[in-house]
């Protein structure tokens, strides 16, 4: 008896374990990425997530121009969106990816002053991958 009770505790305890694996919010581990569907003003934006256990653990929010080039490497532009908008892609895109990572699926975006477009493009980005994550869809998702 002790020994059935023994090996039903082990396979209880399995099962636990993998079930863990999609996590309390329903997230699959993997890399998921949603991107923009049309350029604005030169940049497509996207974001990527890495789900590990169930989480999200680390993820990337910029945008890229036709070329490939990533907006936050670009030093004129920085200067530039800084002097006119008290902001620059460096900041306000960590500031995005840290509120996601601190709140995980149950985000409420607080939107940046001076990158408000970038703040609402980032809470449908968010949206789509969220939705790949709770699927384990690892496709890119096109947001329009």
């Known amino acids: 008896m002790k020994i059935k009770i023994g090996i039903l505790s082990v396979i209880v305890l399995l099962a636990g374990m993998l079930s863990g694996c999609a996590g309390t919010n329903g997230l699959k581990d993997g890399y998921y990425t949603a991107e923009m569907?049309?350029?604005?003003?030169?940049?497509?934006?996207?974001?990527?997530?890495?789900?590990?256990?169930?989480?999200?653990?680390?993820?990337?929010?910029?945008?890229k121009n036709e070329s490939g080039f990533i907006k936050a490497w670009d030093n004129s532009y920085m200067k530039n969106m800084m002097t006119l908008m008290g902001t620059y892609p460096n900041e306000y895109t960590r500031e995005y990816v840290r509120q996601l990572i601190e709140q995980q699926a149950d985000m409420e975006v607080d939107i940046v002053s001076g990158a408000s477009s970038s703040g609402g493009n980032f809470e449908r980005l968010a949206e789509a991958v969220l939705a790949q994550a709770a699927e384990g869809d690892s496709t890119t998702a096109v947001v329009e």
């Open 37 to 63: 569907a049309e350029f604005s003003n030169g940049w497509r934006e996207y974001l990527i997530i890495q789900v590990k256990s169930g989480k999200i653990v680390s993820a990337e929010f910029n945008a």
